[in-house]
């Protein structure tokens, strides 16, 4: 109800997707914390996977801003 209604008043909205994990995201890295190798492990948010993509209701709309992937 939210989303529609702030949409509805013509204020821009703006998304921002968490990072989708992807094969070799973390090759190399050294010193990752405990929630990153959780992530890792079960391969949290994956690209693809119902986790990893926007839910219908959610997702962006034309004219709404979309930012970066946020790790």
Same mark, same amino acid.
């Given at each position: 109800?939210?989303?529609?209604?702030? *949409?509805?008043?013509? @204020? !821009?909205? #703006?998304?921002?997707?968490?990072?989708?994990?992807?094969?070799?995201?973390?090759? &190399?890295?050294?010193?990752?914390?405990?929630?990153?190798? *959780?992530?890792?492990? @079960? !391969?949290? #948010?994956?690209?693809?996977?119902?986790?990893?993509?926007?839910?219908?209701?959610? &997702?962006?709309?034309?004219?709404?801003?979309?930012?970066?992937?946020?790790?």
């Amino acid at each position: 109800k939210l989303i529609p209604a702030i *949409r509805a008043g013509r @204020i !821009q909205v #703006f998304i921002v997707p968490h990072h989708r994990w992807r094969e070799g995201d973390y090759k &190399g890295w050294k010193h990752m914390s405990p929630s990153q190798v *959780r992530v890792n492990q @079960i !391969q949290g #948010f994956a690209a693809g996977t119902w986790g990893g993509e926007f839910h219908p209701e959610f &997702g962006p709309r034309d004219g709404d801003g979309v930012g970066g992937a946020a790790w």
